[in-house]
T-cell receptor, first 115, second 110 residues
Framework: GAVVSQHPSRVICKSGTSVKIECRSLDFQATTMFWYRQFPKKSLMLMATSNEGSKATYEQGVEKDKFLINHASLTLSTLTVTSAHPEDSSFYIC???????????FGQGTRLTVV | GENVEQHPSTLSVQEGDSAVIKCTYSDSASNYFPWYKQELGKRPQLIIDIRSNVGEKKDQRIAVTLNKTAKHFSLHITETQPEDSAVYFCAASTGTALIFGKGTTLSVSS
């Protein structure tokens, strides 16, 4: 099946710094990528939709200036958490959409800890 | 937008018993309904999915049923084993983003 590669898998950063998370589609072209956030013992919450060649669309309540999304090519989408604070500590994961006969493919996820 | 409700939030069964997890969705345009098992800190693992043109799908001990009229779908696990203990999520999609239920923690005791 298709592979979505997400990096880094874990990152620890200091408050006030920015962190970039990359999501690559390795064997297919992804015009759309979805970004989710998951707090401990909670569900995956859709944050935003990344669209190649156009601006990302954000879900209600998600700060677009804090969570910068860029879809620079058909194989790369990035999420940058700017001016990170401890409350941004979470599990972030990307996903390509399901196809007519294929499942949605997820990256490995990134555990962000802001200290 | 889509809203997915999942019940129960926790489920404890004895080994060998059946387990049923139920989800409802709000968007009648949703046409794809996957179920995931997730280990802590890992990506969700697809265990079974169903599309809106099918009412039931089975894969060994796991089955999913879909009632489009009532807008609900269910996961059935028969002959449960301790290794089935995990967090399970349902999701619904119109072909774009998956919207997830809140999850069910299944505990199977031997």
């Amino acid at each position: 099946g298709a592979v979505v590669s997400q990096h880094p898998s874990r990152v620890i950063c200091k408050s006030g710094t920015s962190v970039k998370i990359e999501c690559r589609s390795l064997d297919f072209q992804a015009t759309t990528m979805f970004w989710y956030r998951q707090f401990p013992k909670k569900s995956l919450m859709l944050m935003a939709t990344s669209n190649e060649g156009s601006k990302a669309t954000y879900e209600q309540g998600v700060e677009k200036d804090k969570f910068l999304i860029n879809h620079a090519s058909l194989t790369l989408s990035t999420l940058t958490v700017t001016s990170a604070h401890p409350e941004d500590s979470s599990f972030y994961i990307c996903s390509a959409p399901p196809g007519m006969s294929t499942e949605a493919f997820f990256g490995q996820g990134t555990r962000l800890t802001v200290v | 937008g889509e809203n997915v409700e999942q019940h129960p939030s926790t489920l404890s069964v004895q080994e060998g018993d059946s387990a049923v997890i139920k989800c409802t969705y709000s968007d009648s345009a949703s046409n794809y309904f996957p179920w995931y098992k997730q280990e802590l800190g890992k990506r969700p693992q697809l265990i079974i999915d169903i599309r809106s043109n099918v009412g039931e799908k089975k894969d060994q001990r796991i089955a999913v049923t879909l009632n489009k009229t009532a807008k609900h779908f269910s996961l059935h696990i028969t002959e449960t084993q301790p290794e089935d203990s995990a967090v399970y999520f349902c999701a619904a999609s119109t072909g774009t983003a998956l919207i997830f239920g809140k999850g069910t923690t299944l505990s199977v005791s031997s």
